[in-house]
C-alpha cells in the first residue's frame, strides 16, 4: 500500500451550485498533505466523502488501501477527524464527551485524554456550553490525536485558536510525522499550509487546479530582485531580454527586476556589468496562490 | 451499547421530570374518583349524550364514568394518557435523529468507528426504552394508587389499557424517528407526526358519525388501541401486534434510508 488517500475521477454534485468536479489526488503515506482553497472550495465536501459522511454522485475513494463505502469501518477505525464546523454536545463536561468519543472507539486513546488537554491547558470539568469557540477546537483536536490514528484528517484545524495554541497544534502534527503518520489538513490560510504540509494540492470551484509540493510552488514565485549597478549598467530592455524576466523599473541607479522561477539566466546576464549591491525578497506564496486564483477567473 | 446509553443520559432529566408528572397525574385523578362514584346522577347526564360523544370520552360498551374501568378509560387511556406517549415519544425521537443532525453534533460521531445502522438502532432503542420506562411507571401508579380509591381493576385491565395506548405512541413516535432518520429535515419529521395524531384522532372520533366514511375510524391507531375494550378486557394481543407493526416498521424504513444518504453538516 503505497497512499494513503486515493480519489478517483470523485465527483459530488448537489444541484447546480456546490460540489466537487472529477478530483484525482494521491496522498502518500507518512505525508504532511495541505489542501487549500477558499471558503466553498469544496474542501469539506472532499474530506466528508473520505469518511464517508456523503456519498460521492461518481469517481472512487480509497484510503488506506481500503474502498471508502463499503470498508468504512476499518477505516474509521484508523482515522482521526476533526470537523470543519465542529459541534459538540453542550450539555456535556469535556470529560463526559472525551469519553463518549473514546468509548466509541472501544476506549482507544484513553490513556493519552489527561496528557493532551493538559498540553491545551483544557480545563476537563468543564461544560461544553461555557467553553468559547477556541476550547471547543482544543477539544476537537484533542478527541481526534488522542487514539493515534495512522490517518489524521483535520479540516481547518487551527480555526479559532490562538498563536500559542496554533504551535502545539503543528508541533502535534510535526510529530505525527515523525511517527509515520499521514496529514491530510484543509485550510484556506497559506502560511499555515506552508509552515507544515510537504506537498498541497490547490481546489477552487469544485476543481483541483494545483498539485505541487511548496518547493515547486516557491519555486514558480515571482520574486524581486534589486541591483544597484556602478558605471557600466545594462538597459531595461537589455534585462527584459533575459529568461524569466518578467518587469523591470529603473530608480535612479537601482533596477528593481521581477522575476518569475530560477534566477539562473539573471544572474549569469548580470555578471556581465558593475554589480554594487543586490537584494533578493523571499518568494511569497501568497503571490502564486493569488496568480494561480487569477489563471483561472481568466 | 456507549450510544444507547449516551441518548438515555441525555434525557435524564427531562425522564425525570415526566416520569413524576406522569405519577403525580394519575394518582391524583385516580384519588379523585371517590367523589364520582355512584353519583347516578352525573352518570345519567353523560348516558343523555349522542353516543359517538360517549365513545369520544372513552365510554363506549356501556362503561359509566361512576364506575372504575369508565373513569380509568375516560380521563385517561383515550385521551390523556396517550397524548402525553406521542408528545414525549415524537419529541425524543426527532431529537435523536434530525435536531442531532441540524446542530451537526452527529458528523462526528458519524465518524467514529460505529456501522451507521447500529448508531440509529442504539438511538431507537434508547427512545423505546424512555417510552416503556414511563409506561410501566404508569402501570404501577395505577396498581398501587386505585385500590385505596376504592377501585378493584384487575392488573391485567390496567396493563393491558396503559400498553395499547403506549403502542398508538410508539406509531407516532416510530413514525418521527423514521422520518427524522430518513430526511435529517426536523420540521417534516415533526409535523407529520403530530399533524397525523391529531388527523388520525379526529378520525376516530368523527368517522363513525357519518355512514359515507364510517370505515375511515379503522385507519386510525386510537381505533386499534381501544378496540376491543383493554380496560375491561385487558391486552387485546391482534391489535397490540399491529400497532407495534406500524410502530417499528417506521423505525426501520428510516433507518434503512438513514444508512445510505448522506449526512448533513
Known sequence: MTHAITLNSLTKSYGKARGIIELDLEVKVGEVFGFLGPNGAGKTTTIRTILDLIRPTSGTVKVLGLDAQTESLAIRTRTGYLPGELSLYEDMTVSEHLEYLTALRSGAGEGRIAELSEQFELDLSRKIKDLSAGNKQKVGIVQAFAHGPELLILDEPTGGLDPLMQQHVYHLIDAAREEGRTVFLSSHVLPEVERIAERVGIIRNGRLIEVATVDELKDRAVRVVEVRFGEDAPTEQQLMAVTNVVSVERRRTTLQIRIEGSMDALVKALAGYEVVAMRSEEADLEEVFLGLYREEDE | ?265
Open chain 2, 1 to 265: 451499547m456507549t450510544v444507547f446509553w449516551r441518548t438515555l443520559r441525555s434525557r435524564k432529566k427531562s425522564l425525570l421530570g415526566w416520569a413524576l408528572g406522569l405519577i403525580g397525574l394519575i394518582a391524583i385523578t385516580v384519588a379523585a374518583y371517590p367523589s364520582i362514584a355512584n353519583q347516578d346522577g352525573f352518570s345519567d347526564i353523560i348516558d343523555d349524550y349522542p353516543e359517538f360523544v360517549q365513545e369520544i370520552l372513552g365510554l363506549g360498551s356501556g362503561m359509566s364514568i361512576t364506575e372504575p374501568a369508565g373513569y380509568l378509560n375516560s380521563q385517561f387511556f383515550s385521551n390523556m394518557l396517550p397524548l402525553l406517549f406521542i408528545i414525549f415519544l415524537v419529541s425524543f425521537g426527532v431529537r435523536v435523529t434530525a435536531t442531532d443532525e441540524r446542530d451537526g453534533t452527529l458528523d462526528l460521531v458519524a465518524a467514529h468507528p460505529l456501522p451507521r445502522w447500529r448508531l440509529a438502532v442504539e438511538k431507537a432503542l434508547a427512545v423505546l426504552a424512555a417510552g416503556t420506562l414511563l409506561a410501566i411507571l404508569a402501570i404501577l401508579t395505577f396498581v398501587v394508587s386505585t385500590p385505596p380509591a376504592g377501585m378493584d381493576v384487575s392488573f391485567a385491565a390496567l396493563f393491558g389499557a396503559t400498553v395499547s395506548v403506549f403502542l398508538v405512541g410508539v406509531v407516532f413516535g416510530g413514525l418521527a424517528f423514521g422520518l427524522g432518520a430518513a430526511t435529517g429535515s426536523r420540521g417534516l419529521a415533526l409535523g407529520t407526526a403530530s399533524g397525523l395524531a391529531v388527523a388520525t384522532y379526529i378520525a376516530w372520533g368523527l368517522a363513525p358519525l357519518i355512514d359515507a366514511i364510517s370505515s375511515l375510524e379503522r385507519l386510525s391507531p386510537f381505533f386499534w388501541a381501544l378496540a376491543g375494550d383493554p380496560i375491561l378486557h385487558g391486552v387485546q394481543a391482534g391489535n397490540a401486534l399491529l400497532l407495534l407493526g406500524f410502530g417499528l416498521a417506521f423505525v426501520s424504513l428510516g433507518i434503512w434510508r438513514f444508512t445510505r444518504r448522506d449526512i448533513a453538516v
